[in-house]
């Protein structure tokens, strides 16, 4: 069972170093425990302005207030170690720290930046080239067939949404394949 102080020893951990703590991988299921018993505590005692009821309010405030500063704290060094991955690749021993959650979310951040730059790539490429690009929502299965560039695209699926080359959209657009988005 979590306890007070082994929460504000995290946080004080958590505050003083760089990396990720290493914290109990049950540890938010410990903290929700940690906080109805106090809850339990607070309302099953009919005297409310008991020195003891009193203590336990403040515990419960000051708890809440210091596991919501401990996962602020954790998001901003999980942000930082997605740049520092999207750049020079992950650290086994920063994504060992990670709670299941955290981990979850670092991957679907470090995605979401992945995708952006290759965005960026695509577009400063683009207009270097003169390319332009067209999202379609394909409306009939297209098989495999060969670029203007002589790469191989396809094959892509009724529904599937791509961006292609304008004149590769405009010929799929005339064969009734896809429409623009």
Do not use: C, W
Request: aromatic fraction near 8%; charged fraction near 35%.
């Amino acid at each position: 069972m979590l306890r007070y102080e082994d929460l504000y020893e995290f946080l004080r951990k958590e505050k003083s170093s760089e990396g990720l703590q290493k914290l109990p991988i049950e540890f938010v299921k410990n903290f929700s425990e940690f906080i109805h018993e106090h809850k339990r505590n607070i309302t099953r005692n009919g005297d409310f302005f008991s020195d003891e009821i009193m203590k336990e309010k403040k515990q419960y405030e000051n708890s809440m207030t210091m596991f919501k500063e401990l996962i602020l704290r954790r998001k901003k060094k999980l942000l930082n170690l997605v740049f520092i991955a999207n750049e020079t690749g992950v650290m086994k021993k920063d994504f060992e720290d990670m709670l299941s959650f955290e981990k979850d979310l670092f991957e679907q951040i470090l995605m979401s930046v992945e995708q952006t730059d290759k965005l960026v790539s695509t577009l400063l490429l683009n207009g270097a080239t003169g390319l332009q690009e067209v999202l379609l929502l394909i409306t009939d299965d297209v098989e495999p067939f060969v670029g203007m560039g002589g790469e191989s695209l396809g094959p892509y699926k009724k529904g599937d949404s791509v961006r292609l080359d304008k004149r590769i959209a405009d010929i799929l657009i005339g064969g009734n394949k896809a429409i623009s988005l």
